[in-house]
Nanobody, 124 residues
Framework: QVQLVESGGGLVQAGDSLRLSCTASGGTFSSYTIAWFRQAPGKEREFVAAINWSGTRTYYADSMKGRFTISVDNAKNTVALQMNSLKVEDTAVYYC?????????????????WGQGTQVAVSS
């Protein structure tokens, strides 16, 4: 059974950087797409970025382009989300999600497996 574990969240100030990691286990991921979503209090879960397991295709929400970078380390079964120039409005719980196949969906429903989430808090 596929399992995802996120790490790297924390409390930072506006303008700082954080690097989140998602470690996958329990499956063969060569045909998987991995995505990051986030959910702020009182808001719906929001697409952040996605990558195919080979790392050849990346996708970003418009508001994250230029600030966030998603990458994959196949040897470590890890997908990272580098977040730079953080803003107060980036405060949320960040979730890693996986689905088999190469199609990328910006809605959460098609993703089959989810991590437990990691909290990111950005203060002004």
């Amino acid at each position: 059974q596929v399992q995802l574990v996120e790490s790297g969240g924390g409390l930072v100030q506006a303008g700082d950087s954080l690097r989140l990691s998602c470690t996958a286990s329990g499956g063969t991921f060569s045909s998987y797409t991995i995505a990051w979503f986030r959910q702020a209090p009182g808001k719906e879960r929001e697409f952040v970025a996605a990558i195919n397991w080979s790392g050849t295709r990346t996708y970003y929400a418009d508001s994250m382009k230029g600030r966030f970078t998603i990458s994959v380390d196949n040897a470590k079964n890890t997908v990272a989300l580098q977040m730079n120039s953080l803003k107060v409005e980036d405060t949320a719980v960040y979730y890693c999600a996986a689905r088999s196949g190469t199609a990328v969906f910006r809605a959460p429903e098609p993703y089959e497996c989810w991590g437990q989430g990691t909290q990111v808090a950005v203060s002004s």
